[in-house]
């Protein structure tokens, strides 16, 4: 519950908001400065069996080339929209990972406005879903919540498919 009256909450729309509680039992991540740029173990066990991932990154992850190119190369259904500075990185930075992730037949690329009140990370994978926020502040502070409840998952994807329908394919 703290989690969520830290949080810029305009990132969720009213309806997906009014049943936050939907999520469940769900787990808190803070990881510490040694582990701040690494994703939690949870979504690393969970990316190596999923059939499936939606992602969305408000922020340049600097696992995403990486991880989406391993997805695409194991046959992985993906869904991934990132926002117009993330994406021009990684098509600037990162050109031969963005051209195996956009030539792929296993999944969508969409880009969204950078100026749209936007999570700062939301992935779905078969199991699992992970959730962050930006602080009250408009901050990323690290914090993520992860949940394998399958109503937590419905919630992430109904979330998910509102980023999508803002986005350009």
Not at 65 to 92: A, C, M, Q, W
Not at 131 to 160: M, P, Y
Request: proline share 4%.
């Amino acid at each position: 519950k703290h989690y969520w009256e830290t949080r810029d909450l305009r990132a969720i729309p009213s309806n997906l908001l009014d049943r936050f509680e939907e999520i469940g039992h769900s787990r808190l991540i803070e990881p510490d400065l040694s582990h701040l740029f690494e994703p939690p173990n949870e979504l690393v066990e969970s990316l190596k069996s999923t059939q499936y991932v939606m992602t969305f990154y408000s922020f340049f992850c600097p696992e995403l080339p990486t991880t989406f190119t391993n997805l695409v190369k194991r046959g992985v259904s993906f869904e991934l929209i990132l926002t117009e500075s993330v994406f021009e990185r990684l098509k600037d930075e990162f050109s031969e990972e963005y051209h195996i992730i956009s030539g792929s037949d296993n999944g969508c690329l969409y880009i969204c406005d950078d100026n749209i009140i936007k999570p700062s990370t939301l992935v779905i994978t078969d199991d699992m879903m992970l959730v962050s926020l930006f602080n009250e502040e408009g901050v990323f502070d690290h914090k993520k919540l992860i949940s394998f409840d399958s109503c937590a998952l419905q919630w992430a994807k109904e979330l998910f498919e509102y980023y999508k329908n803002k986005a350009e394919k």
